[in-house]
Antibody, heavy 118, light 111 residues
Framework: QVQLVQSGAEVKKPGASVKVSCKAS????????MHWVRQAPGQGLEWMGI????????SYAQKFQGRVTMTRDTSTSTVFMELSSLRSEDTAVYYC???????????WGQGTLVTVSS | NFMLTQPHSVSESPGKTVTISCTRS????????VQWYQQRPGSAPTTVIY?????PSGVPDRFSGSIDRSSNSASLTISGLKTEDEADYYC??????????FGGGTKLTVL
């Protein structure tokens, strides 16, 4: 069955970087795009960007341009989201979500809590 | 870019019908598909409506979606409300770059 398993919770200091992983299984990794969405405590959903695991191409929300990098490792069927220059407002649960081109996601990861605190 | 505006909260009694709106600030609501997600506390979102009015397999037919060009809005309607429907609901569409745009979310209380 399809599974997206994300890495565990992280605590980071302001100014640091965090790298969250999302390991896919149960389907052909390169056949589906992967989106990243975050949710600050008590807040709504915020789209961060998308990666095509087939060629590695990416597209990021303007808000995160220059601070976010999405990569993939096809040998382990894993996508990564790295966010740099962390600030307290980046404290959130980060989700990966699988979708085909221009369609709604059908599977989500369980979420990874990133806490930014001095 | 445009915004999607949802009511902060709605409430209704079990067995009744509730409708949650999602109004697009600029550009036509019909120009890009709208999705609806359900999110229960502590859980990841799940899709309940995609492409304006399509239900994924496993989603009960009590859930339906529509768009209204005259009000430039999309709606999620849940009939025969159950206590298990209590959750946050988010609408989502696409901008000109195919990036996702989310509404602010609506908390549904079934009381």
């Amino acid at each position: 069955q399809v599974q997206l398993v994300q890495s565990g919770a992280e605590v980071k200091k302001p100014g640091a970087s965090v790298k969250v992983s999302c390991k896919a299984s149960g389907y052909t990794f390169t056949s589906y795009y992967m989106h990243w969405v975050r949710q600050a405590p008590g807040q709504g959903l915020e789209w961060m960007g998308i990666i095509n695991p087939s060629g590695g191409s990416t597209s990021y929300a303007q808000k995160f341009q220059g601070r976010v990098t999405m990569t993939r490792d096809t040998s382990t069927s894993t996508v990564f989201m790295e966010l740099s220059s962390l600030r307290s407002e980046d404290t959130a649960v980060y989700y990966c979500a699988r979708a085909q081109t221009g369609t709604a996601p059908d599977y989500w990861g369980q979420g990874t809590l990133v806490t930014v605190s001095s | 870019n445009f915004m999607l505006t949802q009511p902060h909260s709605v409430s209704e009694s079990p067995g009744k019908t509730v409708t949650i709106s999602c109004t697009r600030s600029s550009g036509s609501i019909a120009s890009n598909y709208v999705q609806w997600y359900q999110q229960r506390p502590g859980s990841a979102p799940t899709t309940v409506i995609y492409e304006d009015n399509q239900r994924p397999s496993g989603v009960p037919d009590r859930f339906s979606g529509s768009i209204d060009r005259s009000s430039n809005s999309a709606s999620l309607t849940i009939s025969g409300l159950k206590t298990e429907d209590e959750a946050d609901y988010y609408c989502q569409s696409y901008d000109s770059s195919n990036h996702w745009v989310f509404g602010g979310g609506t908390k549904l209380t079934v009381l």
